[in-house]
């Protein structure tokens, strides 16, 4: 056999293909690194661990191959703690009180006994059991949205699905940890699912009417594999506590009602986030702020929303990234600038370089100015506008990470109000 002289194109099976495209997912949707040069770095590795896994999976039929479980990485799920608030045995104070009021013929809620609650995003998502069946309601600081009861149907089920994209059912003889996604768009909707026992919650999810399950592939030598589940029609929702609508008129109202306006990942109640300040980061991108009780909301320039909650700090995927203070509290977020560079060849006259925001929703009506103090570079200062404060280009050099930071908070007499410490 010449080089030229090659054998056919032999496709992968079909479960060793999804296996590394999920591998290559599991890295895209891991909780974002504070370092977005780490997160490439992170991905390039997915991809090379995913073509290993497909190649020493399809070489399974060599009788001098050998494979075992800590040779090939198992594709296994992330933790659930960075996505939802998961309660078993329990139900926010008032919350059967409100399921029941909007439901029909079933028991007093004094007789529904929670199973589960899952929490995202101010909504939360729970499982009761009744006299009549399985009850799943989602209820949100504006809304409730509650099934009729269901009878567990022994299969992996979808029961119950919501206009925030939360969905529940039952498990059936489904052991494994499972994802959700949509049939039609794998790759940008999908989430994993919170158990307990025989129900599944995931609250604000996403939208679609094709949905198929993911198990978890927990040994190596199992292959990926995928359920098509059918979706019931959305249960209708009903605003049982009215807020009057925020601000759309404005600029910045309008920038945030067309960005919550039909979005892939539904934002809970789109009418009660309040505008903040919209600024450009760089020539070419933009950030819109939204603020919902305790939650901050950045929209930037192609409609891509991330969503923060301040009761969670401590949280894994924004460990290290939220600040909470007393008069401020927000997010460092990284975000890449041009820069010209003198006397280059014309080849390399610019180069992109990481830098640093503060996007913060200001909580004190005193706050008059937030200064960034970095060791060795000049203090950036900022002014609270529509009821936040950006302060950008903490970085703008292209030079290493500082070792950490101090935020000073200034009252319009100058004096300071708070101080709030960082270390990266």
């Known amino acids: 056999m010449t080089d030229l002289d090659l054998p056919p194109n032999s496709p992968l099976p079909d479960g060793v293909r999804a296996a590394a495209l999920i591998r ?21 590795v997915a991809v090379v661990t995913a073509t290993t896994l497909a190649v020493q999976l399809g070489d399974r039929g060599d009788s001098t191959a050998t494979t075992t479980p800590t040779e090939i990485p198992e594709l296994r799920h992330h933790d659930l703690d960075p996505s939802y608030d998961v309660r078993t045995s329990s139900a ?30 101010r909504v939360d998502l729970m499982a009761f059991e009744t006299t009549a069946g399985v009850v ?30 939360s969905m529940a059912g039952f498990t059936g003889s489904e052991t494994r940890s499972f994802a959700l996604a949509a049939g039609t768009d794998v790759q940008r909707k999908r989430a994993i699912v919170a158990r307990s026992g025989r129900v599944f919650l995931m609250p604000d999810g996403f939208v ?23 979706t019931p029609l959305r249960s209708p929702t ?5 807020a009057p609508p925020e601000d759309r008129g404005s600029a910045e109202g309008r920038r945030l009602g067309e960005c919550l306006a039909d979005q892939p990942q539904p934002v809970p109640d789109p009418d009660a986030w309040r505008a903040g300040q919209a600024i450009a980061l760089t020539p070419t991108e933009s950030v819109q702020l939204g603020h919902y009780q305790d ?10 929303v991330v969503v923060y909650d301040f009761r969670r700090p401590d949280t ?30 014309t080849t390399q006259d610019s180069a992109a370089f990481d830098t640093l925001a503060l996007i913060a929703e200001v909580t004190d009506p005193r ?9 060795g570079r000049p203090d950036v200062t900022a002014e609270p506008v529509a009821g936040s404060v950006v302060v950008r280009d903490l970085r703008s050099d292209g030079s290493g990470r500082p070792p950490g930071m101090r935020i000073v908070v200034r009252d319009a007499a100058g004096t300071v109000v708070e101080e709030l410490t960082y270390e990266f």
């Open 136 to 165: 799943f309601c989602e209820n949100t600081p504006m809304s409730v949205t509650v099934s009729p009861p269901s009878t567990d149907p022994g299969a992996l089920t979808i029961a119950f699905t919501t206009a925030t994209g």
């Open 295 to 304: 939650l901050l909301l950045l929209c930037r320039k192609d409609r891509t």
């Open 92 to 121: 926010p104070d008032g919350a059967a009180q409100r399921c029941h009021a909007q439901s029909t013929g079933l028991p007093p809620a004094d007789q529904w006994t929670p199973i589960a609650t899952a929490s995202r995003h």
């Open 238 to 242: 009903v605003v049982d506590r009215p």
């Open 316 to 345: 894994p995927q924004w460990a290290r990234t939220l600040i909470t203070g007393t008069t401020v509290r927000g997010v460092l977020t990284f975000y890449y600038i041009a820069r010209t560079i003198p006397n280059a060849p």
């Open 208 to 230: 679609a009417d094709s949905v198929v399950a993911q198990p978890e592939v927990a040994e190596s030598i199992d292959l990926a594999q995928t359920f098509e589940l059918t």
């Open 367 to 375: 706050v008059a100015t937030v200064t960034v103090v970095i060791p």
């Open 24 to 44: 290559v997912r599991e890295g895209l949707d891991a909780p974002p690194p504070r370092h977005l040069p780490l997160k490439i770095a992170a991905i390039v």
